[in-house]
């Protein structure tokens, strides 16, 4: 690819064109930021670790959105990050006012951009940012459930003691305190968790991963996760660009899947160099439809909340 563009040069944005350029994932990546210095300056930073982490991708920050035309991915991560006692839905409006400008922006210049949503309310800003790019469905995708099924597969290897490299989880729905961890889908080296682990055990580490985002806001106090995050959407970018045809939990656009329209909900996806080639959709329980039909729900009520 030759051109990835990340929005927002804050932890998340920082780390995620910094993962973007030492992948090799592109001959350039552009750090925009309104803020006057901050991506000059963090992008030459990064730039001048080329020659230690071997990379020769460019790194360049800036103001305008000018030097963003002909992107091939643009990353938002734009917008206010939480802080404690504030839950993603309290974002709701600043950053739905900030995604749908920045949207606006650097949508005409990119035409054919696949653009990957991280800023909360993930599921709502995607639905923001398709909404004001006009960009087919399958070129419009949140970063969501790969992070949340990561937590949860962290706490399952540590409660094993056993490699997060054989550990695959799958957690569906809305990004945060709603999302739907599937159990019965998750397992190491092909063994269900729920022959490994006792199932009252189980619901502890689902609360825990569900409330993954929240307890490390209240560790740092004045700021939100950004190394994981950063990770995760940096693994759907590498899928678009490698066309790797990798089936990852994102936030996608429904039409009718489990049935649900007009949104973006968490579900496996097929990931390539189109975005998303298709949606996978899952024999689910009634319980477990349920459950995500209530997930639904609250990003059906946020994106009536903004009236657009």
Known sequence: MKKITVVGAGNVG??????????????NVVLLDIIEGIPQGKAL??????????????????NDYADTAGSDIIVITAGLARKPGMTRDDLLMKNAEIVGSVTE??????????????????????WVSMKKSKFPKNRVVGMAGILDSARFRL?????????????HALVLGGHGDSMVPLVRYSTVSGIPISELIPESRIAELVDRARNGGIEIVNFLKTGSAYYAPSSSAVEMVDAIVKNRQRILPCAAYLEGEYGLNGMFVGVPVQLGSNGIEKIIELKLTDQELAELHRSANDVKANIEKLGM
């Open 14 to 27: 920082a780390t995620a064109a910094q993962r973007i350029a030492e992948k090799h994932l592109a001959e």
């Open 45 to 62: 930073d990064m730039w001048e670790s080329a020659p230690v982490e071997e990379f020769d991708t460019s790194v360049i920050g800036t």
């Open 155 to 167: 706490f399952i290897a540590k409660e094993l003691n056993v490699s997060v490299k054989d550990v």
């Open 105 to 126: 922006q650097i949508a005409p210049g990119s035409p054919n951009a696949v653009i990957v949503i991280v800023s909360n309310p993930l599921d709502v800003m995607a």
